[in-house]
Each structure stands twice: as structure tokens, then as C-alpha cells.
């Protein structure tokens, strides 16, 4: 109760600070824009809400989101970062529409409880984008798109190239599975196993090592110590298939030779280890998303037609594709 | 007889028993140890090895709730020691040193100490109230630990640093032998002099025990500080068994984690008399049922609650009420038949 109490008072100071931050924002925005009326084109301001700074994978999300909504390319960004709490989240959107921002955008924390604050915002006729992973609810005009990465493909094209490479060897393969229950998890697994089906591959376990290298770590030691054999490992982000490379090599295997290893995300810490030989192969979940929602929000704001749900390229790199693209790669 | 029946013990260890049991029956080989590239390894070694930061925590938990106190901020102090160890090895020119490794060690602890000595000061030198004063670092300190690493998980390559999680030495895990011996030096120390004692006077009634010339404010003051000491190592094996440190993530609720290894010892949360011997027993309940969890494919979906089916069936049988209660039942049952 105590800590309940306090984490409001904090939140709602945090909050304070961060109005008081849009104020003058907003003051600054107007001016630019009375100015602009002279010169022509008007910035548009737009609020971020971040999940938090959970992975590699979200930093680089955060970077290209900064890097790409600036005062150059016509945006005033208002960014904030909900330390993976939805009660954070929703404050900061509360703040977004009561400053009347053009344009709200978010990465929702978790899939459901959204509508209220959605409504409002709508109310309000402010636009809200999503961006990354997606809401639960019935009434999908609450938002105007959502921009990121289909999970299912990811999952499939992870399983495909596994099926081509490994089919009619009888390999035995172990799944470290995502946070229990987030979309990801659930997609990339289905997406996955639809792309095995049919194939001599045979999925013997299947536990969460909660996207962490600490729980991939954890759960491939317990998979070592009761499977004979394993062959192929999924781990359905970067971070567990790094953990599970420790496991390996301290049972005294090789990763990549031994056990193959695929995995998704394709972050720096990832993209090394594949160039290294120790993960097979990587299905790339793009994080650079700054420029989609740049083009988005400009279309909104302008009132155009925008699409409903945006699936943003991802690319997929073997072992060769992983060393060559690794001097110029950004995250 | 009996008394092994009443000891408070017995019940933690039938639960380990249990459940290194139900491993075996999945894989009857999985409790053996093989010698692999001159080290030992197996799932006991892996079970020495990941309790090894519990261990540290509940270690210096046990002797807070000793003294009728509470730390609730050690998992933010384990997330501050990865934090700062790994920023510092990464700023260093030469991270692949082992003087790197031992400066980043050295500085880690010694903020972690301080952490520790500014709960102790909270909590004997202005009476704030135990789970109010930790609270504040506990809410805190994560924040403390992001304005470290800047949001980011810092990454390194340090060969002498990984040597605290996955090195070996005398064929035993280095984290083991520094959790395990930390213990020891620990339990000899209370056990052996009267410093044991004096704790639990404290803890029993701390007017008392300062009227009598103990030294109450300094004991209290002491283990706050050893706590937080603790959780710094617990944090630097965390962070080097990943070599990441991750602000979010690192120590999460590991607080609980050795509140519960407290209570499943045996250890009554309102101070006085403590086990140590129990803690032990309660950390390595928790860390087999992870393994547990994995050698017998309980699905994800269903692992907590399998964890609190087994947490909620030793705490019950420790009960001494529950159990008052179900010898009555034993023995009414012949008084019926007379009846």
C-alpha cells in the first residue's frame, strides 16, 4: 500500500515535471509556428511513449525514432519512457492530449486496457499511431495505424530456412520461448511451427527464458543436463540464444557445430555472435521504425488515407551476410 | 526421533528431497557428475553455481530480519553493482585486464557498501521504520542504476571478469566457492562467538539488549551495511554470468526470492532466534524447482503456480499450528474406537 502511494506520488510529480516540460515546449512550438506562417510550413508536435529501455533492440527503436522526428524534418518530439509500467503510459498519453498535441504515438507495454485512454484522445480528435506491437480491442478506429513487424512471418521465415537446411536429418530442437503470453512470443512460436510442420524436425521442449540472457542461460542449462541429444536450438530473440550459447559452452559443446542456433532480432550483440559462427541463423526484427512514423504522422496531420496496419521490411542474415554487414550495421 | 519430527527443518529438506527426486525419476542419470575439460559438471554443479547469487542475498537478509529488520532494496542494489562494474570495464582502455576486472570489483562493492551503511543509517540512526527506509533505495535504486548504464544494457568482453560466473577452480565453480565461503566465514562468526547472540537479543528487544550494553545501534547499523555488501557480490555474479548488465532486469524481486529462502529456513520474520543452516536450505529449495520446472517440462504457462503449489505445501507442513492440529487428528482417532 505504502509502496503504491509513494510510486503515485512520484509518478505524479514525474508528471508535473513532464507538463511543465510540454508547456514550454508548446510555447516554443507556437512561436515557431507563428513564425512559420510567414515562411510557410508548420511543425508538427507529436507526443512518443516509449515501453522503456528493456533491450539493445529497444534502444535502437528509441535512437531511430529521436533521430528521425526532428526540428529539421518539421517535428517537435515530446519523448518519454514508461519504464515497461501501462499506468506510466497512460499518464504520459493523458499529458500528450492535455497539451493538444497534433499527433500521438506509442509502443503499447501490454496488448489490452487501452480503450479508455484511446478514447479520450479521440475525443480530443487527437490521431494515435502505434507503433511496434499492437492493442486488443474491438474498435480499431480508436487508432489510425500501426506500424511494426509481423511476428508470424518472423517465426515462418525462421522455420523455413531451418526446414530447408535441416529436413531429413531427424534433429532434435529445444524452444526458449519469449515473456509468457506477449505477442511475440505467441507469433513467433506459431509462426514457427507452422514452418516446420511436415518436416523430420522434432520440437522435444519448450520453456520461456523470458527474452533475457539470464533466463536463456538458466533454461538451456536445464535442457543440457535432461535431453541426450539436441541439435538445433530457437530461441525466439537474441539476448537467450547469447545465454544459451554460455550454456553450451560451458557443457563443453560448440555452438553452431554442435548445436545450431537460430534466432530473431538481429541485434548488434546477435549480428557478432553469428559472424563468429556460434547462432546459425537470424531473422532481423527492424527497429528502425522513425521513418515510417515520420511519413505517417505527416499524412495524418495533412488528413490523407493512411493504411491500417503497416508491416515494416525485415531483412535475414546467414553466418557470411552477418560478417559483411556488420561494419556499417547502425544497431 | 520426535525431535527430528519437530525440527523446523525437516520439512524444507523433504521438500528438496522431493524434488531432486522427481528429477531423477524423469532422468535417473541427471544427478550425476562427470569430470569435463578438468572441471566438475552436472545439475548439482549447476544448482551450486545459480544459488550462488541467492545465496549472498538471503545471507545477509537473514541477519537484518535477525535484528526485527527488513531490506527490501537489495535487488536494486544487485542492478546498481552489474551496472556499475560493467560501465566501469567498459570505460576502462583496457577491458580485457585483469587489473580492469578487480578495479571494477573494488569500486562496485564499495558503493554497494555504502548503499548498505546508508540503509543502516536510516534505519538506527533516525529510526525510520526497516521496510519504509529500504523502500526508498528499492524505488530508487534501478533509476540509480539506468543513469549509470544510460538506459542501456552494457555489454563487455572481459575474460577475468566472466571468471566470477563461469570460472572454475579446483574443479568448482569460482561463485560457488565465493557464495559458499562467504557463508561459512559468516556462520562461523555468529555461531562460534557471541555475536550470534547479541543479534538476536537485538532483535528480541532492542531497549532491552542496549540497557544490558549491547550495542544495539551498532549492530543494527552492521548489518545493513553487510547486506548491501552482499548484494554487490550477488550483483557482480549476476553481471558476469551474462556479462551484461541490465537495470531492468538484473535482481529482479530477488528480495523476495530470499525473503521466502528466510522463511522456508525456518527464520520468523518478527526477529529474534535465526538459522542460518535453514536460509541455506531455503535457497537451494528455490533454485532446484527452476530446474525442476525445466527437467520435468511444466509448461510455462503453469510455472508459477507450480512454484507457489510447492512454496504454499512446505510453509503449511512447517506450520507448527497446522501440524498441533493434524496429530490431534491422529489421535483422537483411537478414542473413537474405545469409544
Not at chain 1, 131 to 144: I, K, N, P, Q
Not at chain 1, 286 to 297: F, Q, S
Not at chain 2, 122 to 128: K, M, R
Request: with cysteine.
Amino acid at each position: 500500500m505504502k509502496r503504491k502511494t509513494f510510486l503515485r506520488s512520484a509518478a505524479a510529480a514525474a508528471s508535473i515535471a513532464a507538463v511543465a516540460a510540454l508547456t514550454a515546449c508548446g510555447g516554443g512550438g507556437d512561436t515557431g509556428a507563428a513564425a512559420g506562417d510567414g515562411g510557410g510550413g508548420d511543425t508538427i508536435s507529436i507526443g512518443f511513449s516509449q515501453v522503456g529501455a528493456e533491450s539493445g533492440w529497444r534502444a535502437a527503436n528509441t535512437k531511430s525514432i529521436q533521430d528521425t522526428l526532428t526540428a529539421e524534418n518539421g517535428f517537435e518530439l515530446s519523448f518519454s519512457d514508461a519504464q515497461q509500467k501501462q499506468e506510466n503510459q497512460i499518464q504520459a498519453i493523458r499529458s500528450y492530449i492535455a497539451q493538444g498535441m497534433d499527433v500521438i504515438a506509442f509502443s503499447p507495454v501490454v496488448e489490452t486496457g487501452w480503450d479508455a485512454v484511446l478514447q479520450e484522445a479521440k475525443n480530443a480528435g487527437i490521431p494515435v499511431i502505434l507503433t511496434d506491437r499492437a492493442v486488443d480491442t474491438e474498435d480499431d478506429s480508436l487508432y489510425e495505424s500501426f506500424i511494426g513487424s509481423d511476428f508470424v512471418l518472423e517465426g515462418e521465415r525462421a522455420g523455413q530456412w531451418v526446414a530447408e537446411n535441416f529436413d531429413g536429418q531427424g534433429l532434435k530442437m529445444v524452444e526458449l520461448q519469449g515473456t509468457t503470453g506477449s505477442a511475440p512470443a505467441i507469433d513467433r512460436k506459431e509462426g514457427f511451427a507452422k514452418a516446420v510442420e511436415g518436416t523430420d524436425i522434432e520440437l522435444i521442449d519448450s520453456q520461456t527464458g523470458d527474452f533475457t540472457r539470464a533466463g536463456g542461460k538458466q533454461v538451456m542449462e536445464g535442457f543440457l543436463n535432461s535431453h541426450d541429444q539436441i541439435d538445433l536450438v530457437f530461441a525466439h530473440n537474441d539476448d537467450m540464444g547469447l545465454g544459451a550459447i554460455e550454456a553450451i559452452e560451458a557443457a563443453g559443446l560448440t555452438p553452431g557445430e554442435d548445436i545450431k542456433i537460430v534466432t530473431i532480432d538481429a541485434v548488434k550483440d546477435g549480428m557478432q555472435a553469428l559472424a563468429d559462427g556460434k547462432i546459425n541463423y537470424i531473422v532481423e526484427c527492424n527497429p528502425m521504425l522513425g521513418e515510417d512514423l515520420a511519413e505517417v504522422a505527416k499524412k495524418v496531420v495533412a488528413g490523407e488515407e493512411v493504411e491500417k496496419r503497416i508491416v515494416v521490411e525485415d531483412a535475414e542474415f546467414t553466418q557470411e551476410q552477418a560478417a559483411e554487414a556488420l561494419p556499417t550495421r547502425e544497431y | 526421533m520426535n525431535r527430528i519430527l519437530k525440527s523446523r527443518l525437516l520439512w524444507p529438506l523433504v521438500a528438496l528431497a522431493a524434488l531432486l527426486l522427481a528429477c531423477t525419476v524423469r532422468r535417473p542419470d541427471i544427478l550425476g557428475i562427470t569430470v569435463l575439460d578438468g572441471h566438475l559438471f552436472g545439475a548439482p554443479i549447476d544448482i551450486l553455481r545459480n544459488s550462488a547469487p541467492l545465496l549472498l542475498v538471503a545471507l545477509g537478509m537473514t541477519l537484518v530480519i535477525a535484528t526485527r529488520g527488513i531490506d527490501l532494496s537489495v535487488g536494486a542494489t544487485v542492478a546498481i553493482a552489474g551496472a556499475v562494474a560493467m560501465t566501469f570495464i567498459a570505460s576502462s582502455p583496457d577491458p580485457g585486464s585483469v587489473g580492469t576486472a578487480v578495479g571494477a570489483v573494488v569500486v562496485a562493492l564499495g558503493l554497494c557498501l555504502v548503499l548498505g551503511l546508508w540503509n543502516g543509517f536510516l534505519v538506527s540512526s533516525l529510526g525510520i521504520q526497516p521496510i519504509i527506509a529500504t523502500l526508498i533505495l528499492m524505488t530508487a535504486g534501478r533509476g540509480v542504476a539506468m543513469l549509470i548504464t544510460g538506459g542501456q544494457i552494457t555489454t563487455v568482453n572481459s575474460a577475468p571478469f566472466a571468471q566470477l560466473a563461469s570460472g572454475f577452480w579446483l574443479g568448482l565453480p569460482v561463485a560457488a566457492l565465493i557464495a559458499y565461503g562467504v557463508y561459512g566465514v559468516v556462520a562461523l562468526l555468529v555461531r562460534r562467538t557471541a555475536l550470534g547472540m547479541l543479534l538476536e537479543s537485538v532483535g528480541i528487544n532492542p531497549k532491552a539488549s542496549r540497557l544490558a550494553g549491547v550495542k544495539a545501534r551498532t549492530l543494527t547499523w552492521t548489518v545493513y551495511a553487510l547486506s548491501g555488501l552482499f548484494a554487490g557480490l550477488a550483483g557482480l555474479i549476476f553481471a558476469s554470468n551474462t556479462m551484461a548488465a541490465d537495470a531492468n532486469n538484473a535482481g529482479l524481486f530477488i528480495e523476495l526470492d530470499a525473503i521466502l529462502a528466510v522463511v522456508i529456513g525456518g527464520t520468523a520474520l518478527s526477529g529474534g532466534k535465526f538459522n542460518l543452516g535453514g536460509t541455506l536450505v531455503g535457497v537451494l529449495v528455490i533454485t532446484t524447482l527452476t530446474l525442476t520446472v525445466t527437467v520435468l517440462g511444466v509448461s510455462p504457462l503453469v510455472t508459477p503456480l507450480f512454484k507457489a503449489i510447492v512454496v504454499v505445501a512446505v510453509t503449511l507442513l512447517q506450520s507448527p499450528r497446522l501440524r498441533a492440529t493434524l496429530a490431534g487428528l491422529g489421535r483422537t482417532r483411537p478414542q473413537e474406537v474405545r469409544a
